[in-house]
């Protein structure tokens, strides 16, 4: 990052030009799995299970005749697939490990190396780690601070662990003029999709609801230098990337998307996810309370910074359209069960935005 740059970050809009990813994601072959496998100084496979498949990667339990567990990962998302990628992920979740906190660095290979190379894709193993994952509104209050506490000590880590960030000028937001041509696209395609259904009546009338909302709201549109300050982040901060036993934490998973980012937009974004409903998207405003004060407490930010942040995220989600345009501009289905809520919550944070930012920085 070079020192006077502005950087456009949010949101990321999709290549709607690239096929939908599952058709760049096979399975990997038995023989493959036994190569890759082969290169570890582990015991012989008796099974390779596949785990769910997440919008990215593909993964495997492997479990050995000695009866220990590994996770297989086969990249394949060409975001986040390259070597230099990879290695760097591996290189910060290894020092994150070593300073005590709940993430699991993949094992060498007998080369010593952490990524393998077979048919042309890219691996590593990890060692299994029991857990079970839970939504944010199932935890308690002291539950719910936790993961504010531990997305804190995560920030302030990667500062130890990550380059040297230089701050940029500012960070541009996204162009409502640009979001109003993409919504008048995708209206289109879901008027003229077959079978047409009720997902289809639904986005119909979320994308009228966007145009009123994008022409009610762009006189707010942050501009490049209300952004908080930039850091390493995780990325991927949700329900999905945890793992939970005991009572705590026992590991933050899939550090894929580790890159540069506003550091306390990843906290709001994480609380959108974390602590929604997950019919109508509504947060239960009570747990993000508790979980931005544990944030602050660490030091990652303070009110004013976290205020910015959740105003820069609420924008972002006024824009943001990429789970549409995945349906209908690159016929990728994965995203279209995260819809309705995704849309639910923009509705009523537009509705509630005082509150929502009063249990983000109070």
């Known amino acids: 990052m070079t020192d006077g740059q502005i950087i456009a970050l949010a949101p990321a809009r999709p290549d709607v030009a690239a096929p939908p990813v599952g058709t760049l994601s096979p399975p990997v072959a038995h023989a493959a799995v036994a190569g890759v496998l082969s290169a570890y100084p582990t015991p012989p496979p008796l099974s390779v299970d596949p ?103 995560l920030h302030g880590a990667l500062v130890e662990v990550c380059a040297p960030v230089r701050q940029p000028a500012g960070v541009l937001s996204a162009d409502p003029e640009e979001t109003a041509r993409i919504v008048a696209e995708l209206r289109v395609h879901a008027r003229e999709h077959r079978p047409y259904g009720e997902l289809d009546a639904l986005v119909e009338r979320r994308l009228a609801e966007r145009l009123e909302l994008l022409d009610t709201h762009r006189h707010r549109r942050p501009g490049p230098a209300d952004a908080p300050p930039t850091g390493w982040t995780h990325g991927d901060f949700h329900g999905l990337n945890l793992l939970h036993r005991g009572g705590r934490v026992t590991a933050v998973l899939d550090w894929d ?106």
Not at 77 to 87: F, K, S, V
Not at 107 to 130: K, S
């Open 257 to 362: 998307k580790l890159g540069l980012h506003p550091v306390a937009e990843e906290a709001v974004r994480a609380a959108t996810l974390l602590f929604n409903d997950r019919a109508t998207g509504v947060l239960d405003l009570v747990r993000v309370r508790h979980y931005a004060r544990a944030y602050r407490t660490t030091g990652a930010a303070d009110a004013a910074q976290l205020a910015a942040a959740a105003h820069r995220v609420w924008w972002e989600r006024l824009n943001d359209l990429w789970m549409l345009q995945w349906r209908y501009q690159r016929r990728d289905h994965r995203a279209d069960p995260l819809f309705p809520a995704s849309a639910g919550q923009l509705t009523w944070w537009c509705e509630e935005y005082e509150q929502v930012l009063d249990a983000f920085t109070n």
């Open 51 to 153: 785990v769910a498949e997440g919008l990215l990667n593909r993964g495997y339990r492997v479990t050995t005749r000695s009866g220990g567990a590994y996770f297989l990962k086969c990249y394949v998302d060409r975001a986040t697939a390259g070597r230099a990628a990879i290695t760097a992920q591996h290189r910060a979740s290894a020092g994150l490990a070593a300073l005590g906190l709940p993430v699991v660095p993949p094992l060498p290979a007998r080369d010593g190396r952490t990524v393998t190379a077979r048919g042309g894709r890219l691996f590593a193993l990890y060692p299994w780690v029991e857990g079970e994952h839970r939504h944010g509104t199932d935890l308690d209050q002291p539950g719910c601070a936790g993961l504010g506490a531990l997305l804190g000590r």
